[in-house]
């Protein structure tokens, strides 16, 4: 008898199944040949975000199907409670909350009884205080020196998301504060950053929601005595020359920063979905709080689109359940997000960890195996330069990898008339290829070229691979902060859908536990316990290496 419960055994899995069986190997092409509304049907737009997502194996059977399996599987109920503060993150007793971190100041969300607005509300406007100080210029150094360097110490949600979120809204920053992002221990990372800086002009932000991460509270150890040399070894610099962005004021203190230079957020807020948070302070400085507040204003309309929005026209139900399409019935185990924007290099880097850390998991909320995949492989780069790279393994390959596409209808506003007319030939190519993915070029049509008979199959395009064409009119504040909400809750969708809990990462543990272990073995050359035996030889030929 099956178990209704479990995801594998529901009636809307099997309908799903059997609709796949059905589907076969039909073409995209047939697909739009039989339905010439689809095109315009299958959009939907978010606020400047148009979505056009008609380039998918599905029909209208296939989109119900997908929203009766979100039905069943209690999405809307999860989101709801999720909005409302319970704690829905299992395994760490949490409640999941980065949606309050840019509700309206009159919010009511409540944790464990206490209104969390208030406090979400003050911090950004500490925050703003000071980053309008030192983009000003009125908050100066030991030495009475203005900041013209703001050096991020981070890793993870504490490094991607500022990092990502400066890069693409660069031109929105105050050019002559040069924001940098330290998050590697190899200490060429700090190395590099700080080579050509000056330190009485130079500010650190350091960032950790634990502060307790090794990487990151080292490199700050590191930046804490570069700075006290090049200040002559003046301790009481470190006051003007270091905040902290945590929620740990304890480690804070430890660590030498006085706590009124912390911004503080909490253990509702995942490091993941974190930036829009105290996590954010370098990208507000960059930008300033109006571009900030700008962003969270995005944020929050998505957010609103999510909760409010019908299945049908519920934007990340619907990018949510075509990854489930995919990665259940048509064995895809990755997903490329492909930006035709300079600025939006590191996005796919962003949303790996969004996507990867948050639904890489393979037991669900009550800790059974599960026997479905999970969270796909995602990754990318921008879409022009990988044209030239490993697009051949998209239109050619053997595998089934949905991407999206993501692009502007306006290059930003400072390039020059040259450098902007360039932008019309970047969207071309965007179209062209979603276009070729999935509509490819039959053997019929390359002969018909007069291509010699035994390179056809070699310039043959099957086609047939699914692509989202994401469109706005400019990258701004306000549409990073849409993209970046459309995504987190279509990660979110996907986490409830497989049951598993998105929000939990015990999966970086071990690694952390180990190199704590092994660290000894390699500084001190100590007998390490329950090494094995590669590992163990590993580490005595890195010593010999060294020490040579
Ligand atoms: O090790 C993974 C992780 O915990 C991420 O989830 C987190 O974003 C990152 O490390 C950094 O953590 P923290 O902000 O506590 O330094």
Redesign the pocket.
């Known amino acids: 008898m099956p178990d209704s419960t479990r995801l594998d055994q529901t009636p809307e899995w099997a309908a799903l199944a059997k609709h796949r069986d059905e589907l076969g190997e039909t073409h995209l092409r047939d697909l739009f040949a039989d339905d010439p509304g689809r095109a315009e049907r299958y959009t939907v737009q978010v606020g400047d975000l148009f979505i056009d997502y008609a380039k998918h194996l599905v029909t209208d059977e296939t989109l119900g199907l997908l929203r009766d399996l979100a039905a069943a599987r209690g999405v809307a109920e999860l989101r709801d409670a999720m909005f409302r503060g319970d704690k829905i993150n299992v395994t760490e007793r949490r409640a999941v909350l980065h949606t309050a971190l840019r509700a309206p100041r009159d919010a009511v969300i409540e944790v464990d009884g206490e209104n969390v607005e208030p406090a979400v509300h003050a911090v950004l406007d500490k925050m703003a205080a000071f980053a309008e100080a030192v983009r000003s210029g009125a908050w100066t150094g030991a030495t009475g020196k203005r900041i013209r360097t703001v050096v991020n110490i981070?890793?993870?949600?504490?490094d991607l998301g500022p990092a990502m979120a400066y890069e693409a809204l660069l031109p929105f920053t105050q050019r002559d504060l040069g924001i940098c992002f330290v998050s590697n221990v190899d200490g060429a990372d700090l190395h590099e950053a700080t080579r050509d800086l000056d330190p009485a002009e130079t500010l650190f932000i350091v960032?950790?929601?634990?502060?307790?991460?090794i990487e990151?509270i080292t490199n700050a150890h590191s930046a804490r005595a570069w700075l006290v040399e090049g200040m002559g070894g003046d301790e009481s610099a470190v006051a003007k020359h270091f905040v902290a962005l945590s929620t740990n004021a304890d480690e804070v203190a430890k660590f030498g920063i006085d706590t009124a230079n912390m911004f503080e957020f909490w253990d509702w807020v995942g490091?993941?979905y974190s930036y829009d948070s105290a996590i954010g302070l370098s990208l507000m400085i960059a930008i300033g709080p109006d571009g900030f507040r700008e962003m969270l204003d995005g944020f929050r309309l998505v957010d609103e689109h999510f909760r409010t929005a019908p299945p049908e026209a519920n934007a990340p139900l619907l990018l949510g359940l075509l990854g489930i399409w995919y990665g259940n019935f048509f064995g895809a185990q990755s997903h490329a997000v492909l930006p035709y924007s300079h600025y939006m290099a590191k996005f796919p880097a962003y949303l790996q960890?969004l996507d990867m850390?948050s639904n890489g998991k393979s037991v669900d909320r009550s800790g059974h195996p599960v026997r479905w995949q999970t969270g796909p492989v995602v990754w990318g780069t921008p879409g022009t330069n990988g044209q030239h790279a490993y697009y051949q393994l998209l239109h050619q390959g053997t595998k089934v990898i949905p991407a999206d596409l993501i692009g502007f209808a306006r290059p930003v506003a400072e390039l020059s008339p040259r450098l902007a007319a360039q932008h019309d030939l970047l969207m071309a190519n965007l179209f062209a290829q979603a276009q070729a993915l999935a509509f490819g070029k039959t053997a019929g049509e390359v002969a018909a070229e007069g291509v010699p008979a035994e390179q056809v199959p070699h310039r043959t395009f099957r086609g047939n691979k699914p692509t989202t064409t994401i469109l706005a009119d400019q990258l701004s504040p306000s549409v990073l902060g849409q993209l970046v909400a459309l995504y987190e809750h279509k990660v979110f969708v996907q986490g409830a859908i497989w049951d598993i809990d998105s929000f939990d990462?015990w999966g970086?543990e071990l690694g952390?536990v180990l190199a704590k272990r092994i660290e000894p073995a390699l500084t001190s050359g100590e007998t390490v316990p329950g090494l094995d035996t590669s590992t163990a030889d590993l580490v005595a030929r890195y010593r010999t290496l060294r020490d040579r």
């Open positions: 981070g890793i993870g949600g504490s960032a950790s929601k634990t502060f307790t991460t990151t490091g993941r960890q850390e990462q970086v952390k």
